[in-house]
């Protein structure tokens, strides 16, 4: 179930981080998120708790119970709270309508599926104040969820801490199917006892103390009085002989304005309501003895259900019990009778009119009638909405004035529509949570993209729609290089083979670009060209460059040369000095580098040799005491520069092969 999944989820991300989320989730081969409303495979929660076991390192047990504590909280966050609150007086009253709880959720509201199967929880009362809590579930393993959720309400509803053992843990008897029935013992300790509603009722020792405390508080002159305003029973209606704190448990404290604990119901002597008025009052009930025979009836389920008009049938023959799932026996009805029964006609005993609509189902409570002997099954239609009535070919006038039932019929019309609002809003959101993922990884892509164009501070400036400025760099080392021959192998192959050879050339070079933390600036045809502090300023940048240059050489060496299929051989050109870079053009910008520098390193590239690295003088003075080693080459003429000295880069003396191409 998805509020289920969706509370686990909740808690491994608080107390241990969306990533640990993550991890069991891949492990457990699950989604991220799950729809609050929806129904999902049992398998998916034992495999997210058994995974969760495995990656925190904790037992079970201890993840359950943590899980159950930690439920109850995210129940109370979303919504709960007040539902939860209003359950009962005390834990005993708390537990035992957890199952009425249960079954508005799965009957009332929509928004829970039909497909809910809740768990059951049956309390008994032990003489010493303990109790006896059965847990019912198909769902085998998950039992000590119950201690932790129980544990968190008692000490939040009822201010008392409760200890919980399991006593005894057997395969489901008591009712059809084979269910896991757990038994746990219950014992408590009140935090503050005797202080308001949240304490157990059956405390005798608080009864005591309040005894004691009104004994001080009357003085004779009240308690007098209040003998006299109780003590003429002789016209009383049912006149018993009471002690004198009986009698002033059940009336007002003289002149303090305070309700005394305990009180004792005042019957008739008869009952002052005829056969006919109590079967039409009451159009949904029925009274039936130990051998399932049926006494009595109400005149609605009569109409619906004719058989029953034949006093002394056996109820069994037309009905089955839904809920809970007992056998249609009067000591499984007993045992479980604090649960609310919901009962449903069998098809096959109904009129043939009735055949084709969906079978009528009856919700309520049963009442034992000690001395009748007999069960007293007062109930309603269950019935959700207008359709529901319609398809019956029931109507409102058959539902008691007094039964709420009129009115959630009434009310579930709206709130079905609120409802399907709600899901289809749950189902968007979810919608919109995958797009926006889907999203953030395309823009992941695109920043890419633009970060492999531009350097990264000039794309966010231009993302932000902020003008570029262009900047001047007082020192840098810039490379350019070419393949040797390039013109003869385009003429002597087909294009394809020329674009395979040239990707994988940059492909290896692209690499060493983040190896040696160069930027690459361009490449046009064979050119490539790099630039080492640009656009970050780093006083290292000759070295890196330079290494870089050792690295082309060396990867050059694996790209094979299409015509004569042997390596391609390529010339390098570098020289140091001052330029200005800037943004150039809008529709397609260009991160370009503008200066005599730019000129000087393509002449070294040109007037270089193949396989060789050509240095200028300005590149020679800043690598000469950076542990390399150069040669000279001495003067040569340049175009357009005339003569210039220059000098062939040839190794790094202090980095190895593998540390020059980056291999580990």
């Known amino acids: ?62 993840v359950l119970r943590e899980f159950g504590k930690y439920f109850f909280e995210f129940c109370k966050r979303s919504g709960y709270d007040h539902m939860l609150r209003t359950l009962g007086g005390n834990l005993y009253e708390f537990i035992e309508n957890l199952d009425a709880l249960h079954s508005y959720l799965f009957w009332f509201c929509f928004f829970f599926p039909q497909e809910m199967n809740a768990p059951s929880f049956r309390v008994e009362k032990n003489e010493d104040g303990s109790m006896h ?50 038994v746990f013992l219950v014992t408590q300790n009140p935090l503050f006892p005797c202080k308001g509603r949240n304490e157990f009722s059956s405390s005798s020792q608080c009864l005591v103390d309040s005894e004691k405390q009104i004994e001080n508080q009357l003085n004779k002159e009240d308690l007098e009085k209040a003998k006299n305003a109780s003590g003429d029973t002789g016209n009383s209606v049912c006149p018993v002989k009471k002690s004198h704190w009986k009698t002033l448990r059940g009336i007002i404290t003289l002149g303090k304005g305070k309700l005394l604990r305990g009180f004792d119901p005042v019957y008739p002597k008869s009952l002052w309501i005829d056969t006919k008025t109590f079967c039409n009052g009451l159009p949904f009930h029925m009274v039936f003895d130990k051998e399932l ?38 000591s499984s009805i007993q045992k479980f009778i604090n649960s609310q029964f919901v009962f449903q006609t069998r098809r096959e005993m109904m009129p043939e009119s009735w055949r084709e609509r969906p079978m009528l189902e009856l919700r309520g ?38 039964d709420a039932t009129r009115d959630l019929i009434l009310l579930n019309q709206q709130r079905l529509a609120e409802m399907e609002l709600s899901n289809q809003l749950e189902r968007k959101k979810e919608e919109l949570r995958v797009l926006s993922k889907h999203l953030e990884e395309e823009k992941k892509k695109t920043e890419a993209l633009l970060y492999a164009m531009l350097p990264q501070h000039v794309a966010n400036q231009l993302k932000e729609g902020k003008r570029v400025e262009a900047g001047e760099f007082k020192e840098c080392t810039i490379l350019f290089s070419d393949v040797v021959t390039f013109t003869n192998i385009c003429a002597q192959c087909e294009p394809i083979q020329i674009v395979l050879m040239l990707n994988s050339m940059y492909l290896r070079f692209d690499r060493l670009t983040t190896v040696h933390d160069v930027y690459k600036v361009e490449t046009i045809g064979d050119a490539y060209m790099v630039v080492g502090g640009v656009p970050v300023p780093v006083p290292t940048h000759a070295e890196r460059v ?29 020289h140091t000095g001052p330029v200005l870079a800037g943004v150039v053009g809008e529709k397609m910008p260009r991160y370009c580098l503008f200066g005599d520098t730019v000129n000087i390193a393509s002449r070294m590239e040109s007037h270089g040799v193949p396989s060789k690295i050509h240095l200028s003088s300005s590149a020679y003075q800043c690598l000469k005491y950076k542990n390399f080693e150069i040669t000279e080459r001495g003067e040569i003429e340049v175009k357009g520069k005339g ?11 202090s980095a190895t092969e593998n540390e020059i191409m980056g291999r580990p």
């Open 643 to 653: 003569k210039m000295h220059t000098y062939f880069l040839i190794r790094n003396k």
């Open 133 to 182: 809590l059965h847990y019912y579930s198909d769902r085998r393993g998950l039992c000590h969820i119950v201690p932790g959720i129980i544990g968190a309400a008692a000490l939040d509803f009822f201010n008392i801490e409760i200890s919980m053992k399991i006593v005894n843990q057997t395969e489901e008897e008591e009712r059809t199917g084979k269910k896991e029935h757990i």
């Open 1 to 62: 179930y998805g509020f289920i999944n969706t509370c686990l989820k909740s808690l491994v991300v608080e107390k241990y981080g969306e990533e640990t989320w993550e991890k069991l989730r891949l492990q457990a081969g699950v989604q991220d998120s799950f729809l609050t409303f929806e129904v999902y495979k049992d398998e998916i929660t034992m495999q997210l708790v058994d995974k969760a076991c495995k990656v925190l390192g904790v037992p079970a047990d201890l």
């Open 546 to 574: 330079a290494n870089f240059a050792l690295g082309m050489i060396m990867a050059a060496k694996g790209v094979q040369n299409p015509v004569s299929g042997n390596p391609i051989q390529i010339r390098v050109g570098i």
């Open 293 to 330: 025979k049926v006494k009595q009836a109400g005149v609605s389920i009569q109409k619906i259900v004719p058989g029953l008009q034949t006093m002394g049938i056996s109820l069994d023959q037309y009905f089955r019990i839904v809920h809970p799932e007992v056998p249609f026996t009067i």
């Open 365 to 402: 409570q049963m009442m034992w009638m000690e001395p009748l002997q007999c069960m007293l099954y007062l109930c309603s239609p269950l019935l959700r909405t207008l359709h529901e009535l319609e398809e019956r070919q029931m109507h409102l006038a058959d539902i008691a004035p007094h």
